[in-house]
Nanobody
Framework: QVQLVESGGGLVQAGGSLRLSCAAS????????MGWYRQAPGKQRELVAV???????NYVDSVKGRFTISRDNAKNTLYLQMNSLKPEDTAVYYC?????????????WGQGTQVTVSS
């Protein structure tokens, strides 16, 4: 079992920055890929960024060059640095991880944190 606790959401004006954090606990050694998703009103939840334990990352095109995902394995914490924020970034952001063996991965979610970007 893995528990994910998020923090760092809030209200920011367009062009501003926020950093989201996700603290993981439980069976930490079993965590493989971690990522951030977001869901805006009336839209499907979408993958924003992912990072493997070794540090390889990938991003959705709309945030490339603006967002940076990172993880501190010693602190069991995932981060999303969001710069040059736009109103269209407004959404609930969710921390996610896959944990277990490569043959039996389980998907875990944080509770979500609201990010609102004003025009």
């Amino acid at each position: 079992q893995v528990q994910l606790v998020e923090s760092g959401g809030g209200l920011v004006q367009a062009g501003g920055s926020l950093r989201l954090s996700c603290a993981a606990s439980g069976n930490i050694a079993s965590i493989n890929v971690m990522g951030w998703y977001r869901q805006a009103p009336g839209k499907q939840r979408e993958l924003v960024a992912v990072i493997a334990r070794g540090g390889n990352t990938n991003y959705v095109d709309s945030v490339k060059g603006r967002f940076t995902i990172s993880r501190d394995n010693a602190k069991n914490t995932l981060y999303l640095q969001m710069n040059s924020l736009k109103p269209e970034d407004t959404a609930v952001y969710y921390c996610n991880c896959n944990a277990g063996s490569i043959w039996n991965l389980v998907n875990y979610w944080g509770q979500g944190t609201q990010v609102t970007v004003s025009s």
